[in-house]
């Protein structure tokens, strides 16, 4: 009689039994916090015989910034989840090289990461500007920030993006929601990382902005105020020779 009792309990639970093992064997969909960290590309000699939509490559210093760059966050980040790039050579190969401390992960090269020029408060900059390249600009970003500043799905993502200064600038006034036309009331170095947190329920955070911590004070450039750079060996000053008496 137990017995019979047992085994027709056992058969009364076998449904729910195997829904909680399904239920954990299944991925959740809840909402999850998004870690965003945008990286500016490298150094770079600007070179007008080249495709615009390219750029040209990284400089000496450029290469050695973006190394410094990807051994910070090879040290920092914990997980990485999605890589992007802007398609332009310098961002390219900013990339490459902090890349190489993430071996065998592939960057997703992103059209709508490429530089450009949104629209700003600065009359001067816009004077340059033809209003339908500001304005097609400012969309390809609006589709960026609607793209991956959302929350993530499950469990915290962390997302990495080696772009461009006015890139990350906009996205950050976007981020903070604030006027976007201000974004060149701030500066970002070359290499520097802003990092953005999506909450679960979709707030920001904004972490921090164009932080070079990572690289030594004599190899900064990109930011306002920083001196122009290279690798290139100084002169060796020397004292003049003086002569020897009674010679």
């Given at each position: 009689?137990?017995?019979?009792?047992?085994?027709?309990l056992?058969?009364?639970?076998?449904?729910?039994?195997?829904?909680?093992?399904?239920?954990?064997?299944?991925?959740?969909?809840?909402?999850?916090?998004?870690?965003?960290?945008?990286?500016r590309?490298?150094?770079?000699?600007p070179?007008?015989?080249?495709?615009?939509?390219?750029?040209?490559?990284?400089?000496?210093?450029?290469?050695?910034?973006?190394?410094?760059?990807?051994?910070?966050?090879h040290?920092?980040?914990?997980?990485?989840?999605?890589?992007?790039?802007?398609?332009?050579?310098?961002?390219?190969?900013?990339?490459?090289?902090?890349?190489?401390?993430?071996?065998?992960?592939?960057f997703?090269?992103?059209?709508?990461?490429?530089?450009c020029?949104?629209?700003t408060?600065?009359?001067?900059?816009?004077?340059?500007?033809?209003?339908?390249?500001?304005?097609?600009?400012?969309?390809?970003?609006?589709?960026?920030?609607?793209?991956?500043?959302?929350?993530?799905?499950?469990?915290?993502?962390?997302?990495?993006?080696?772009?461009?200064?006015?890139?990350?600038?906009y996205?950050?006034?976007r981020?903070?929601?604030?006027?976007?036309?201000a974004?060149?009331?701030?500066?970002?170095?070359?290499?520097?990382?802003?990092?953005?947190?999506?909450?679960?329920?979709?707030?920001?955070?904004?972490i921090?902005?164009?932080?070079?911590?990572?690289?030594?004070?004599?190899l900064?450039?990109?930011?306002s105020?920083?001196?122009?750079?290279?690798?290139?060996?100084?002169?060796?000053?020397?004292?003049?020779?003086?002569g020897?008496?009674?010679?």
């Amino acid at each position: 009689m137990i017995r019979s009792l047992r085994f027709a309990l056992s058969l009364a639970l076998l449904p729910f039994v195997s829904a909680v093992a399904a239920a954990a064997d299944t991925p959740s969909s809840a909402p999850a916090a998004r870690e965003i960290v945008l990286v500016r590309h490298g150094n770079y000699t600007p070179d007008t015989s080249v495709d615009e939509k390219i750029g040209p490559p990284l400089s000496p210093i450029g290469v050695a910034q973006a190394r410094l760059a990807g051994a910070r966050l090879h040290g920092e980040l914990s997980r990485l989840d999605g890589l992007h790039v802007s398609p332009m050579q310098r961002a390219r190969d900013t990339a490459a090289a902090i890349g190489a401390e993430f071996p065998g992960r592939a960057f997703e090269v992103v059209d709508d990461l490429a530089e450009c020029t949104p629209p700003t408060r600065r009359a001067e900059v816009m004077a340059k500007e033809k209003p339908e390249d500001a304005a097609a600009c400012k969309a390809r970003l609006d589709r960026v920030f609607a793209t991956y500043f959302r929350p993530a799905q499950g469990a915290t993502h962390t997302d990495l993006f080696v772009c461009h200064g006015n890139v990350i600038r906009y996205l950050v006034t976007r981020a903070l929601g604030v006027d976007t036309a201000a974004w060149l009331e701030m500066s970002v170095g070359h290499a520097s990382l802003t990092r953005i947190r999506v909450e679960a329920d979709g707030r920001f955070k904004v972490i921090a902005v164009g932080d070079v911590g990572h690289i030594p004070a004599n190899l900064r450039t990109g930011a306002s105020g920083d001196a122009d750079r290279s690798l290139a060996a100084p002169p060796l000053e020397t004292a003049p020779k003086s002569g020897v008496a009674g010679a």
